[in-house]
């Protein structure tokens, strides 16, 4: 009875309604039996100590500017590290005055990426095909320059996070038309494309990315002559869209299978060919479905580009390690480690965010 | 030209099909001229929809032939895609493509492959729309359609093509009975403007109305080609006797409120 009187919204203004309604809440939720609230205090309270445990150490105590350790207290956090090397740890090595050619190229993929993914504006298939076609081999030129008055960066300058962002896009958008193939030849009713494709997911899948990198940079060399050198990113690159086109291949042909056979029965009997029906029918309507899939595989890449460390890539946790190891800033591990977990969390709980959004948006797409 | 009007557009010669060890379709011999409607009966699992797929060679099939116009219909064949777009077909399921509009299921065959305007292709689809009753649905989903509302959508795709023959595999039997109607006034309109059509049906009103000939088929065989004035009045065999009067008690059943 007591519920029906309070959710009437004329029952004062709608600040106390609201206030009102978070207290009927919580004791319909926190608080309805004792048990109910045993667990919320002892949780609450637990809360609270971790906070006050922490709080001290993190915010209220730590140093924020600085330019060496000893400039920092000794007994709490020291973030004059981050904020003194940030240049760094999001450009790697990369000259300070050719800063905004990275710049460039991200703005480049955001502005893509927003098209992409924004439902509101125009022009997906020419944003797809700008990021699929055009940008590898754009943002290529930009960075390492050599080109056009642009002086040249070689590979060994980049790094931190541009690198591990770089590393994560190149690895999905290089491996999405190389997956979509596997996948379709997968399924093909032509033995030896289904054998090689097979063949392919199954050695590529089985590996660790580990031992895919430490395979380039170790056995590859005996396979070419003595002294042939090979660009450390390149093959860090190479490897990781073996790896990536192997496991996205896979999330695709469940897609794939998962499509009803009357669709390509109905696209068959209007006249299309293997080609218009894939291009048309198929692969739009798989590619909706594994969204999750996609972007799962996404989130367990950017998090695997770590192990670049094994060519003598510095991206983002191998740099802010190296910084913890300089003689300035020695011992800084706690500091460097916590701000790298804070980037890759953002990073990757920013895409599962978004990836709920697209998939309640294409539900009440199909719905609406 | 009474003799070209009378040449037949469809010849189905011999034909055999086996699914492993199952003998599905056995000896199958039926041709078509332009205008005529056939429906084609039989108890489940006697070959019907099998005849019709195998018409646009959704089905391989392993002897005999099927020409369309004098040109040779199989899995293999060069021609296969342009015959496919000359010969319509409904499906059972109506398998609409989920992601398009009702608009673009229907434009996308002629845009893609009779490469027509979007505007023109748009044009015709609407003419199309109104026709099967549903100009106001083209810019919805199909999943926001009813079943009957979207088996119409799926004559009108298959009808974009302008197809010389159309192909109905039991368009009605997925539907609930209020929805059956609406499909078959459209496909009885489709009739008496003259298209040609093979349908599957057991719908044996529609048949006993529109049908020039009526094939009964089982065990994957034809039992029984007759006029539907003579398959009504009990004048074939009695396997096709036992069927008409199985399929007019199961209707009765279904509809217990007409007498």
Known sequence: MSTIANSNPTDGGPSRYHARSLVIWARTNLFARPIDVILTSGIALAAVALIWAVLPWAILDATWQGSSRADCRPDAACWAFIINRSGQFIYGFYPATERWRVDLVFLAFAAALLVLLNRRLAGKQVAAAFLILVFPFLSFVLLHGGIGGLPRVTTEKWGGLSLTILLGVAGIVVSFPIAIVLALGRQSEMPVLRWASVGYIEICRGLPLIAVLFMARILLPYAFPPGTEFDPLALAVVGIILFESAYLAEVFRGGLQAIPKGQAEAASAIGFGYWRTAIYITLPQMLRMVVPGIVNNAIALLKNTTLVVILGLFEVLNIVAAGAADPDWLGLHAEGYIFVGLVFWTLCFGMSRYSQRLERDMRSAERA | ?259
């Open chain 2, 1 to 259: 030209m009474v003799l070209a009007a009378q040449r037949p557009i469809l010849e189905i010669a011999g034909l055999n099909k086996w699914f492993g060890a199952m003998h599905a379709l056995r000896d199958i011999d039926l041709s078509i001229t332009a205008g005529e409607k056939i429906v084609v009966c039989g108890p489940s699992g006697s070959g019907k929809s099998t005849i019709v797929r195998c018409v646009n060679a959704l089905e391989r099939y392993q002897t005999g032939e099927v020409r369309l116009e004098g040109r040779l219909v199989n899995a293999d064949c060069d021609s296969l895609l342009s015959v496919r777009r000359e010969v319509g077909m409904v499906f059972q399921s109506f398998n609409l493509f989920p992601h398009l509009s009702v608009i673009d299921n229907v434009t996308l065959g002629p845009r893609k492959l009779l490469k027509i305007g979007r505007e023109e292709a748009e044009h015709r689809a609407m003419e199309l729309l109104a026709r099967v009753r549903l100009a106001d649905q083209a810019r919805k989903v199909p999943s926001q359609l009813s079943g009957g509302q979207q088996q119409r959508v799926a004559i009108a795709r298959a009808l974009a093509m302008r197809p010389k023959l159309m192909l109905f595999d039991e368009p009605t039997s997925a539907l609930d009975p209020e929805m059956v109607k609406e499909v078959l006034d459209v496909m009885m309109s489709l009739a008496h403007e003259g298209m040609t059509m093979i349908c599957v049906t057991h719908e044996m009103g529609f048949a006993r109305a529109v049908a020039d000939r009526i094939v009964f088929m089982a065990d994957g065989a034809i039992q029984e080609t007759a006029l539907p004035e003579a398959f009504f009045c009990g004048d074939c065999c009695a396997r096709a006797r036992q069927f008409i009067s199985h399929v007019m008690k199961e209707r009765l059943a279904s509809q217990p409120g007409e007498p």
